[in-house]
């Protein structure tokens, strides 16, 4: 079964870091991309990363705050978060994307399998 397990999340303070993973089980990290999305209350789901053979994109809100990365031997994909804001809580989610261009990576629906989602709160 393929099976995604997001964790990582917490409470930092604002400038403060976390580092999100997300470990993949029942497929080949490599033979997929990898998006993480993020859903604050009241707000639409939003792409914030995403990554495959090699190409890594990011949201504007992100950009230069956020790396991800892979470890194909561990089958695990991370999301470095720098600098945290307190708009950047929510929950995070990571997914498998199916085939798409990568100009659409921001598209949820081209994403067919789900972590669970882990809890981001930047708060003082």
């Known amino acids: 079964d393929v099976q995604l397990q997001a964790s990582g999340g917490g409470l930092v303070q604002p400038g403060g870091s976390l580092r999100l993973s997300c470990a993949a089980s029942?497929?080949?990290?490599?033979?997929?991309?990898i998006g993480w999305f993020r859903e604050a209350p009241g707000k639409e789901r939003e792409g914030v990363s995403f990554i495959n053979v090699g190409r890594k994109f990011y949201a504007d809100a992100v950009k230069g705050r956020f790396t991800i990365s892979r470890d194909n031997a561990k089958n695990t994909v991370y999301l470095q978060m720098n600098n945290l804001k307190p708009e950047d809580t929510a929950v995070y989610y990571c997914a498998r994307a199916a085939r798409l261009p990568f100009s659409l990576w921001r598209i949820s629906s081209y994403y067919h399998y789900w972590g669970q989602g882990t809890q981001v709160t930047v708060s003082s």
């Open positions: 029942g497929f080949a990290l490599d033979d997929f991309g």
